[in-house]
């Protein structure tokens, strides 16, 4: 078997969904709860982005997290742990000529951190 057997039954939009889904949701449930200052946001924000970007499909990484969501929530010891409120991520998937943007953003009406494909 190759990889082209496991997919068959998808088209490339849905399978470029899949793999941003299945990107996304191993970077969310691998770095909430990671402990982070103002002063290392931009180095796990590098950090993140080229890991995922070893992903199959993955073509382009933009994380960004909220300085001062993490600067009010610091202690006193000058660090807090990264949650979902604090992201703001963009994965895009391209397979063959099918491009699909998948995100995260913390949404204050629903008080959630929610996973969507953004419109193309």
């Known amino acids: 078997m190759n990889e082209k057997d496991y997919f068959r039954n998808m088209t490339d ?47 382009d990484v933009t994380v960004k997290f909220d300085e001062c969501l993490i600067k009010e929530q610091s202690s006193v010891m000058g660090y807090t742990s990264l949650t979902g409120e604090m992201m703001n991520i963009k994965i895009t998937t391209k397979i063959n000529e099918k491009i699909i943007t998948t995100c995260i953003s913390y949404d204050e009406d629903l008080q959630y951190p929610i996973m969507y494909i953004e419109e193309q």
Do not use: K
């Open 13 to 59: 939009r849905e399978r470029a969904i899949f793999e941003g889904g299945i990107s996304m949701g191993a970077l969310f449930h691998q770095f909430v709860g990671t402990p982070v200052s103002v002063s290392t946001i931009s180095s796990l924000e590098r950090a993140i982005e080229e890991s995922i970007l070893l992903q199959p499909a993955v073509v």
